[in-house]
């Protein structure tokens, strides 16, 4: 049966499982949409491609499936940027789909033409652009397989109007074979081997969990080496939910923004096992006195250009966590390192996260803190990037994969509320909030109409303190007070009117006393809701290590 383009690709999404696509319609892209129409699929029409972006990101997050999001050529396709090289960073499966001109027109300068392959080639995991009908079937499967195998992606299929309208009856294949791509998932039974004996000797040893335990779906063997072994754990902030923080070998996270005790565990563990993380310059600090009394790094990566990327290691591993972990527990001992806990516990005890709460202004943690006790700790968790970032990466006990979804490797603003919108298409029965602050909030706000129109009951925590707070505090700690260009609260809306103006409801909370009556009010609502807490404007984030030191040389230690 001849089919057009556009419903080849709608086919084959249809195929694939993609029940939902965030997107914005443009002219080259028409006839995808038109046939979208009559879909199964649900179009989820954000107001901004990059909004349909990061929705799409925080759909894969939250889901485990592939995310997909759909622009028009020129200025829409490079709106998606910014949620592309976001998605590569945090190594999230996500195929973008973007219309361009004619074929014959491709690199005349013609209406609203942009090179969108050349610009994403640095920031994409694999991009196509597809001149020929006959190729597109090939071309959307290898991008679908592509983004979710080996170390997940983004992949962009770039789709001229005239390959969209044109017609064959050549079938789409149902699998691809790509030469020369075959991720290496098994680990070599040697090296699994030699990490064994290293972790049964150890007398110090930590493990370190990063974002790929979560993507492997190896929490479970992660708790069970840890429980097995006697093995304290650590988790980057990709990785915050990969092993419960409830539990006594939790450290919580490490790094710039970690804990005392995770960070003075770094420093004097003599055996690190690194699973599914990249020892990247947030957690390091200073190179040359990063854990300066190892004697061996396990590095397990499905990645093995991460491996000895910035701090050489001792076994490497090359491997899929889940695969390796079960290899591992096979040949792991259990241990008695009650010395070793014992040190830890005594951190522990001397340099808890703390807060002053006693000054009678409404603190950011204590709101992170309420949120994480009215929801029993069971909401999934997304963030903006900055102060409060952080705050929800400390305050809240992080306990289950894919419940919290942040910016991590690029660091984005405005990510974290279309994030939020997408995480709750895909888990529509799980409370989803956005811990937002004033300044990054407002980078993606537009959002709100798609959340209001769709129905979606995302519930959006903004830390209102007026600044772009985590500028401020640096430009407090190094620049001398001098806070330039960072203060916000003379050109801020009135966020509860705000959201009132787009349909969803608004509350103003200003005292410590009103921030569990709001938050139960919020989770009653049926619809999106957007809190505006009114914190200390100058509460910091503590501890705090300066850039470019080492891990031990805390600031703001309780």
């Given at each position: 049966?001849?089919r057009?383009?556009?419903?080849?690709?709608?086919d084959?999404?249809?195929?694939?499982?993609v029940?939902?696509i965030?997107?914005?319609?443009?002219?080259?892209?028409?006839?995808?949409?038109?046939?979208?129409?009559d879909?199964?699929?649900?179009?989820?029409?954000?107001?901004?491609?990059?909004?349909?972006?990061?929705?799409?990101?925080?759909?894969?997050?939250?889901?485990?499936?592939?995310?997909?999001?759909?622009?028009?050529?020129?200025?829409?396709?490079?709106?998606?940027?910014?949620?592309?090289?976001?998605?590569?960073?945090?190594?999230?499966?996500?195929?973008?789909?973007?219309?361009?001109?004619?074929?014959?027109l491709?690199g005349n300068?013609?209406?609203?033409e942009?090179d969108?392959?050349?610009?994403?080639?640095?920031i994409?995991?694999?991009?196509?652009?597809?001149?020929?009908?006959?190729?597109?079937?090939?071309a959307?499967?290898?991008?679908?397989?592509?983004?979710?195998?080996?170390?997940?992606?983004?992949?962009?299929v770039?789709?001229?109007?005239?390959v969209?309208?044109?017609?064959?009856?050549l079938?789409?294949?149902?699998e691809?074979?790509?030469?020369g791509?075959?991720?290496?998932t098994?680990?070599?039974?040697?090296?699994?081997?030699?990490?064994?004996?290293?972790?049964?000797?150890?007398?110090?040893?930590?493990?370190?969990?990063?974002?790929?335990?979560?993507?492997?779906?190896?929490?479970d063997?992660?708790?069970?080496?840890?429980?097995?072994?006697?093995?304290?754990?650590?988790?980057?902030?990709m990785?915050?939910?990969?092993f419960p923080?409830?539990h006594?070998?939790?450290?919580?996270?490490?790094?710039?923004?970690?804990?005392?005790?995770?960070?003075?565990?770094?420093?004097?563990?003599?055996c690190?096992?690194?699973?599914?993380?990249?020892?990247?310059?947030?957690?390091?600090?200073?190179?040359?006195?990063?854990?300066?009394?190892r004697?061996?790094?396990?590095?397990?990566?499905?990645?093995?250009a991460?491996?000895?990327?910035?701090?050489p290691?001792?076994?490497?591993?090359?491997?899929?966590?889940?695969?390796i972990?079960?290899?591992l527990?096979k040949?792991?001992?259990?241990?008695?390192r009650?010395?070793?806990?014992s040190?830890?516990?005594?951190?522990?005890?001397k340099?808890?996260?703390?807060?002053?709460?006693?000054?009678?202004?409404?603190?950011?943690q204590?709101?992170?803190?309420q949120?994480?006790?009215?929801?029993?700790?069971?909401?999934?968790?997304?963030?903006?990037?900055?102060?409060?970032?952080?705050?929800?990466a400390?305050?809240?006990t992080?306990?289950?994969?894919?419940h919290?979804?942040?910016?991590?490797?690029l660091?984005?603003?405005?990510?974290?509320?279309?994030a939020?919108?997408?995480?709750?298409?895909?888990?529509?029965?799980?409370?989803?909030?956005?811990?937002?602050?004033?300044?990054?909030i407002?980078?993606?706000?537009?959002?709100l109409?798609?959340?209001?129109?769709?129905?979606?009951?995302?519930?959006?925590?903004?830390?209102n303190n007026?600044?772009l707070?985590m500028?401020r505090?640096w430009?407090?700690m190094?620049?001398?007070?001098r806070?330039?260009?960072?203060?916000?609260?003379?050109?801020n809306?009135?966020?509860?009117?705000?959201?009132e103006?787009y349909?969803?409801?608004?509350?103003?909370?200003?005292?410590?006393?009103?921030v569990?009556?709001?938050?139960?009010?919020?989770?009653?609502?049926?619809?999106?809701?957007?809190?505006?807490?009114?914190?200390?404007?100058?509460e910091?984030v503590?501890p705090?290590?300066?850039?470019?030191?080492?891990?031990?040389?805390m600031?703001?230690?309780?």
């Amino acid at each position: 049966m001849s089919r057009t383009g556009a419903q080849i690709l709608v086919d084959t999404l249809v195929d694939e499982g993609v029940k939902h696509i965030f997107g914005i319609p443009g002219g080259v892209v028409i006839p995808l949409f038109d046939v979208l129409y009559d879909s199964p699929i649900d179009v989820i029409l954000t107001r901004h491609e990059q909004g349909a972006g990061h929705a799409a990101d925080g759909f894969a997050r939250a889901s485990g499936k592939v995310g997909v999001c759909v622009a028009t050529s020129g200025p829409g396709a490079c709106n998606l940027v910014t949620a592309i090289a976001t998605a590569n960073f945090d190594s999230v499966p996500l195929v973008a789909f973007t219309g361009l001109v004619r074929t014959y027109l491709i690199g005349n300068d013609a209406f609203q033409e942009a090179d969108i392959t050349g610009i994403t080639r640095p920031i994409t995991k694999h991009n196509i652009l597809v001149r020929d009908i006959a190729r597109l079937g090939h071309a959307i499967r290898a991008a679908f397989h592509i983004a979710r195998t080996g170390r997940p992606g983004p992949v962009l299929v770039d789709i001229p109007v005239d390959v969209s309208t044109a017609t064959t009856d050549l079938p789409v294949p149902k699998e691809v074979t790509l030469p020369g791509y075959n991720p290496h998932t098994k680990g070599n039974a040697r090296q699994v081997h030699l990490a064994a004996e290293a972790i049964n000797k150890a007398q110090r040893p930590l493990l370190y969990a990063g974002g790929g335990v979560i993507i492997a779906g190896a929490s479970d063997l992660l708790r069970q080496l840890a429980e097995t072994a006697q093995l304290p754990v650590t988790t980057t902030l990709m990785g915050l939910g990969a092993f419960p923080e409830d539990h006594p070998l939790s450290l919580k996270m490490l790094g710039m923004h970690g804990t005392a005790y995770a960070n003075f565990a770094m420093q004097h563990a003599d055996c690190i096992i690194a699973i599914g993380a990249r020892f990247d310059d947030r957690i390091t600090g200073k190179l040359d006195e990063f854990a300066p009394q190892r004697n061996c790094i396990i590095h397990i990566d499905i990645d093995p250009a991460s491996i000895s990327k910035s701090i050489p290691v001792d076994i490497p591993v090359v491997g899929d966590a889940k695969n390796i972990l079960r290899m591992l527990l096979k040949a792991i001992k259990p241990a008695d390192r009650t010395e070793w806990l014992s040190l830890i516990a005594d951190w522990k005890a001397k340099h808890p996260l703390a807060y002053n709460g006693s000054d009678g202004k409404l603190k950011p943690q204590y709101v992170v803190e309420q949120i994480c006790d009215v929801t029993r700790g069971e909401a999934i968790i997304c963030t903006e990037v900055g102060q409060n970032q952080m705050w929800a990466a400390q305050w809240f006990t992080h306990r289950h994969p894919r419940h919290f979804i942040s910016s991590g490797g690029l660091g984005t603003m405005g990510y974290g509320f279309p994030a939020a919108m997408g995480a709750q298409v895909a888990c529509p029965d799980a409370i989803v909030f956005d811990i937002a602050g004033d300044g990054s909030i407002q980078m993606n706000i537009q959002e709100l109409a798609t959340v209001v129109r769709r129905k979606i009951p995302v519930r959006i925590a903004i830390l209102n303190n007026g600044y772009l707070g985590m500028v401020r505090q640096w430009q407090e700690m190094f620049f001398k007070k001098r806070y330039s260009s960072t203060y916000l609260a003379d050109g801020n809306p009135d966020f509860v009117r705000l959201a009132e103006a787009y349909g969803a409801k608004g509350i103003r909370v200003e005292h410590t006393d009103q921030v569990r009556p709001a938050l139960e009010d919020a989770l009653a609502t049926p619809g999106p809701v957007v809190l505006d807490f009114r914190i200390d404007p100058e509460e910091n984030v503590f501890p705090m290590v300066p850039a470019g030191e080492a891990l031990h040389r805390m600031r703001g230690l309780a």
